[in-house]
C-alpha cells in the first residue's frame, strides 16, 4: 500500500513539470528535472520513468518519450535542441542520451563551436545499460543496442549493435 501511495504521489509531482501526459503515466523521479526557459517535456501513454532518470535541457529545447516507454533507473537526458525516444521502447537503466558536444571544439586552425544535433529514437527499440546515444544520431525502428556501447553514427532498423564506437553485429534481429 505504501508503495502505491508513494508512486501516485510522485507520479503528481513529475506530471507538474511536464508539458503534456499521456493516461496511465508513472514517474518515480520528482526532483530530476533541470528544464531552461520555455523547455518542453512531452510524455506519452503507458510510459514508466524510474527513479534518478535525470532531464536536463537547455532554453527551448524538446523531449518527446512515446507511449508503452520504460526509462530504466538512473538513464540521463540532456537535451540542448531535441531527443525524441519512440513508442515501446525498453531504455534500461543509465543510459545516457547527449545532443550536444558541451563544450566548443575545433582543431588548428578552425573556429571552436559546440556541436548540437537532434537525437531519434524510432518505436521498439531496446537500449541496454549503461549505453551512450551522442548528438545526431538516428535508431532505426525494431534495433537493439547493446550494454555500454557508444553510439556515434545511425543505426539502421532491425539491427543489433555494441561497442565504441557501436558497430553492427547482426541483422534482422527481432526482440520482444
Keep these: ?7 501516485r504521489y510522485t507520479t503528481w509531482l513529475v506530471k507538474r513539470k511536464l508539458t503534456s ?6 514517474g518515480r523521479n520528482p526532483g530530476y528535472f533541470f528544464l531552461g526557459e520555455g ?16 532531464i536536463s535541457t537547455g532554453e527551448k529545447a524538446r523531449v ?3 507511449d508503452n516507454t520504460y526509462l530504466g533507473d538512473g ?6 535542441r531535441e531527443v525524441r525516444i519512440g513508442q ?15 563544450h566548443p571544439f575545433a582543431v588548428r586552425g578552425e573556429e571552436p563551436r559546440t556541436l548540437i544535433a537532434p537525437i531519434t529514437v524510432n518505436d521498439h527499440v531496446w537500449i541496454g545499460c549503461r549505453a551512450v546515444i551522442l548528438k545526431g544520431v538516428t535508431v532505426g525502428a525494431g534495433a537493439v543496442i547493446a550494454n555500454n556501447a557508444i ?3 545511425d543505426v539502421p ?15 534482422d534481429v527481432i526482440w520482444e
Design 75 to 80: 538513464t540521463n537526458i540532456l537535451a540542448v
Design 157 to 171: 532498423p532491425r539491427t543489433l549493435v555494441g561497442g565504441n564506437p557501436a558497430r553492427v553485429i547482426k541483422e
Design 39 to 54: 523547455a518542453e517535456v512531452h510524455v506519452g501513454d503507458n510510459v514508466l520513468i524510474e527513479r534518478r532518470v535525470r
Design 64 to 66: 518527446y518519450i512515446g
Design 88 to 102: 515501446g521502447c525498453a531504455i534500461s537503466w543509465h543510459v545516457l542520451f547527449m545532443d550536444t558536444s558541451s
Design 21 to 26: 501526459c499521456g493516461n496511465n503515466f508513472r
Design 1 to 7: 500500500m505504501f508503495d502505491n501511495l508513494r508512486d
Design 151 to 153: 553510439v556515434t553514427r
